[in-house]
């Protein structure tokens, strides 16, 4: 199994400018989550999906931030208009409620930089 | 906001010797897991303690849970630099008490093994 693949792994934009992060889950998964990492605030969850369904996004920060997951093997966090503040580390993870009731899968992580 | 919160921050020892990291949480919980992170990596699930649960071992690793103080503590026994990296405790809050998937991590306590 190839785990669970973010792209890109390094993003650098401008403020203003619209950031899509993406993720593959682990085949079989039917949950999904999107955390953001940074020294100040640690790692915290934006929101997580089951099959397909956003189920909690009480941790996404603003409305500049959208997720979607339009099928069982991709999503995306999308920032738009991208601030210096969301520079951060983002990571996606996925879980198979039947085989790991609560292990999570994590993702190599997107850097992300905003100027 | 944190759950867990991991003690010390940081810890430096010889290949060898045993490393301790401590975790307290202020809420009941479901279960309590450990992720390794090596730098610049996602997160990687090592062990889950439930709350009915006051020790487990898996390799090298031994968790002990006590939830009437609501600590946790990692031991890594004969440390390799290997394990050289941050460690997290996550907490899954009971059901009854809104907890569901979500992992509530804190902030992390960075080991160097030093060869």
């Known amino acids: 199994d190839a785990g669970v693949i973010q792209s890109p792994r390094h993003e650098v934009t401008e403020m203003g400018q619209e950031v899509t992060l993406r993720c593959k889950p682990i085949?079989?998964?039917?949950?999904l989550f999107w955390y953001r990492q940074t020294m100040m605030r640690g790692l915290e969850l934006l929101i997580y999906?089951?099959?397909?369904?956003?189920?909690?996004d009480s941790g996404m920060p603003e409305d500049r931030f959208s997720a979607k997951m339009p099928n069982a093997s991709f999503s995306t966090l999308k920032i738009q208009p991208s601030e210096p503040r969301d520079s951060a580390v983002y990571f996606c993870a996925s879980r198979n409620r039947r085989t790991s009731p609560y292990e999570q899968y994590f993702g190599p992580g997107t850097r992300l930089t905003v100027t | 906001s944190q759950q867990g919160e991991e003690d010390p921050q940081a810890l430096s020892i010889q290949e060898g010797e045993n490393a301790t990291m401590n975790c307290s949480y202020k809420?009941?919980?479901?279960?309590l897991q450990w992720y390794r992170q090596n730098s610049g990596r996602g997160l990687v699930h090592l062990i889950l303690?439930?709350?009915?649960?006051r020790e487990k071992h898996s390799g090298r690793l031994r968790v002990t849970l006590d939830t009437s103080k609501k600590s946790s503590s990692l031991l890594i026994t004969a440390s390799r630099a290997a394990d050289t990296a941050s460690y997290f405790c996550?907490?899954?809050?009971?059901?009854?008490?809104?907890?569901?998937?979500?992992?509530?991590f804190g902030k992390g306590t960075k080991l160097t093994v030093n060869p």
């Open positions: 996550a907490t899954v809050l009971p059901y009854a008490q809104g907890g569901s998937e979500k992992l509530v």
């Open positions: 809420t009941s919980i479901n279960n």
């Open positions: 303690i439930r709350s009915n649960e």
């Open positions: 999906f089951n099959n397909n369904v956003p189920i909690d």
């Open positions: 085949s079989g998964h039917d949950y």
